[in-house]
């Protein structure tokens, strides 16, 4: 079965400082990969995704990701964090083939220092 | 384009009740999902339309849960004789769905709270 994990539930880091976030998914061959950002009230906004090709994303926001076949994982990052960042960030896979749904990690919840 | 809207935002009932919620999604996109969202969870697929044939639903829709889409654009979503279990937040997505049928977008949702 499909699933994703994002190991880390809660993330503090200072404004200015990188940021990584990690996940990692169990899945029998490549799928589609994406990261959301949830910020309170809001809905979920995509920050980018993977499909093929080249293995680092770029996304919005500053945001990049980098998937990593032999680890199973597509981990978030970013240099310099602003303190806008604050949010909950999901990751989440979709199956080739599927017509459907996507599959979420629990998410990391990411506060900021100033 | 102004996104993917749900009504309502929020909505407090009392168990036993039964309640609707209503999805908009983008204009032309032809495909609509739902997602449920439990404090401290990811969002859970729930159901999923290909303009106004549900094509897919989950274990988690139970027989108290019944969504339409009756002309391919709008949705909504009822519970009937509503539990405390189910509270959460419904999200609703929408996708092109041809080329990139996998990137969702989604609304703001509606916070369930039943009493």
């Known amino acids: 079965a499909q699933s994703v994990t994002q190991p880390d539930i809660h993330i503090t880091v200072s404004e200015g400082a990188s940021l990584e976030l990690r996940c990692n998914y169990s899945?029998?061959?490549?799928?589609?990969l994406f990261w959301y950002v949830q910020s309170p009230g809001q809905g979920l906004q995509l920050l980018l995704k993977y499909f093929s090709g080249d293995t680092l994303v770029q996304g919005i926001k500053g945001f990049e990701a980098e998937f990593k076949r032999s680890q199973s994982s597509f981990n978030l990052r970013k240099p310099s964090v602003h303190w806008s960042d604050a949010a909950e960030y999901f990751c989440a896979v979709g199956a080739r083939g599927s017509q459907g749904n996507l599959i979420f990690g629990k998410g990391t919840k990411l506060s900021v220092k100033p | 384009d102004t996104g993917v809207s749900q009504n309502p935002r929020h909505k407090i009932t009392k168990r036993g009740q039964n309640v609707t919620f209503r999805c908009d999604p983008i204009s032309e996109h032809n495909r609509l999902y739902w997602y449920r969202q439990t404090l401290g969870q990811g969002p859970e697929f729930l159901t999923y339309f290909q303009n106004e044939a549900q094509l897919e639903k989950s274990r988690l829709l139970s027989d108290r849960f019944s969504a339409e889409r009756p002309k391919g654009s709008f949705s909504t979503l009822e519970i009937q004789r509503t539990e405390q279990g189910d509270s959460a937040m419904y999200l609703c997505?929408?996708?092109?769905?041809?080329?990139?049928?996998?990137?969702?977008?989604f609304g703001p949702g509606t916070r369930l709270t039943v009493l």
């Open positions: 997505a929408s996708s092109p769905g041809q080329g990139n049928y996998n990137e969702q977008f």
């Open positions: 899945y029998g061959a490549t799928p589609y």
